[in-house]
DNA sequence: GCAGGCCATAGATAATAATCTATTTAAGAC
DNA sequence: GTCTTAAATAGATTATTATCTATGGCCTGC
């Protein structure tokens, strides 16, 4: 038996021949000519090498042969209506794998997105790689997963980058710095201060930055740490200042307070990125729509983004 | 997904492409050239309608509706496979459906030669339809069965008739009738019995009467039964005398005696009949081999028609 | 920065398949 | 017997497939 010459479309007139007991029954349902439908089963008929079918008492049965023919090709229709099934359902967005690369600031708010996105489309298979973002960054380049969470979206053509949840950059102080009991404090009154920073290229430490080098001021006491928490509690022990993400700051319980400084908190946002070049699953637009439409479920009003409605948009 | 022109050939270049993780490697494997395989792994994912396959790193990767694609290739090419080895059961005649249609004198000897020949070929599957002469005749006519057996074989040019087992028909009379005592009777001293006979056209009633008739002689006083077990319990009696196929005689522990009539016991055969203008599936001609070589094996040799051999010839 | 893989695309061709209409054959039904 | 219905065959046409060679683009390793 040779397979390779044979086609579903073969398969599909044979079992309409078989269950209408007659090629020209079958041909009509078809919407073939007889000749068309009798001339295929000849062609089945040699590419098996054994007949199919025989007349018996002025009807159409199948031989031994034929009944098993018949079988395996119900099995292996069957088995591709099924997978067409599975289909239909990854074509909704309902089934299928979204890879997600996050910045590690980010790793508190995405479990409360994931968490509602699961009840949502609970078949969606999702892989969560947290790095910082040098790493995601990478894996960026090298088309490593299908969306991005940034907070400070790389640039090029084709990057496509909706902020989606408010990034306030607090500066923090342990509970009874000084600076805290004033109702205003200049800047320039804490240059003294030491100043617990995460490493260049870290997206608040590049807003940071930023925000110095605008207003022509440098720090002269730094001292560079590579985790938001290390940070943090660093900084409820007095070991200095700090500018933190609130989202780091609400996970812990420790004595902080934050600075009555002009311009804080800096105002910075997450970015939902992915690649134009890239096709998007149905699955991760499925998210991508989720995220447009039902992030208020999962996350308080007051941090979703302005501009998520853009998310949607053809840009 | 339209499966219409999906081809096997198509699913086999696909799973080499998976299973060799490139389309080169693939293309080198099944001697094509790179394109070919390019082009068809377009085609293929037209068909589905959504990508399969994804450059990930260098190297071919499933995208998750392609690796449910290619489960559902797996276990349909595995079916086929499956069904391929069916076939090549039934293309050896181990498998498969032989309809035997049997004279009902040939009841007695039949299940022995189908008992040898299931040790034989256990999977093939038969299925005896037994008549009078002129039912099965019936059945040849419609084509009804795959194989005969004929004390008296139809004619007509379609028909191939081998005669494989000895019939011998016997003149029997009760024990103690006065004609058994003698050394030799000769038939016209019989003329005042009565005959106990087979319907015309009966093999065996043919048979009688043809004898009858080429010696010139009539029978006074007959009576017709239908079933040879009636005539022999009948004989044996005292009802009249008869000839019946000493297979018949074989069965019953009645007392009877054969006659030393001249001539008797009249030679005839049974036939394996089959017809020309219909091929015989394997399993028939398993089943006409098994006969035509093992027969003896059942069969007491004394009864082996000697013209067996021609049973395997062309004709 | 260039050679050597690997994949994709273009353009061409021969083979095959899918269909049709018209005709022939076979079998069954009054 | 003729009428009907179903199947097979012939002959023709168009669409699709299965291939090829040649070429362009993209990484990777030296």
């Known amino acids: 038996m040779d397979l390779r010459h044979l086609s579903f479309r073969l398969l599909q007139v044979y079992l309409q021949v078989v269950r209408t007991g007659s090629i020209s029954e ?25 007949p199919l079918l025989e007349m018996q008492d002025g009807k159409l049965a199948m031989t031994a042969v034929g009944s098993e023919f ?9 088995r591709f209506e099924d997978f067409g099934h599975t289909l239909e359902e990854a074509r909704q967005g ?10 590690t600031t980010a790793k508190y708010v995405i479990p409360r997105i ?32 299908d969306l991005y969470l940034f907070s400070h ?32 404090v200049d800047f320039s009154e804490l240059k003294g201060e030491r100043f617990l920073m995460r490493e260049p290229g870290s997206a608040t430490r590049m807003a940071f930055d930023t ?17 938001n928490e290390v940070i943090r509690l660093s ?14 700051l609400d996970e812990g319980r420790e004595k902080l307070v934050q600075l009555p400084v002009q311009g804080f908190p800096l105002e910075s946002n997450w970015y939902l990125v992915s690649r134009r070049d890239r096709r998007l699953s149905q699955a ?30 053809p840009g």
């Open 235 to 248: 900084v409820a022990s007095g070991l200095g200042l700090a500018v933190l993400s609130a989202h780091t």
């Open 211 to 227: 925000w110095l080098s605008a207003r022509g001021l440098e720090l002269n006491n730094t001292q560079q740490i590579e985790s």
């Open 70 to 78: 018949y079988r395996a090709t119900c099995d292996v229709m069957g």
């Open 114 to 145: 994931l968490g509602g996105f699961y009840q949502h489309r609970p078949k969606v298979d999702i892989t969560l790689n947290i790095g910082n973002r040098a790493r995601i960054l990478e894996r960026f380049s090298n088309q490593e997963d």
């Open 94 to 103: 309902q089934w299928g794998h979204v890879k997600l690369g996050v910045v």
């Open 26 to 50: 079958a041909a009509r349902s078809l919407h073939l000519t007889q000749p068309t439908v009798s001339l295929q089963m000849k062609k089945l008929t040699e590419t098996v090498g054994e």
């Open 153 to 184: 979206p790389p640039s090029g053509q084709h990057v496509r980058a909706t902020a989606i949840i408010r990034n306030p950059l607090q500066l923090i102080a342990p509970k009874g710095h000084w600076a805290a009991e004033r109702e205003a």
């Open 284 to 313: 991760a637009q499925a998210l991508v729509e989720y995220m447009a439409t039902d992030l208020t479920r999962c996350i308080e009003p007051a941090w979703v983004s302005e501009d998520l409605r853009k998310l949607l948009g």
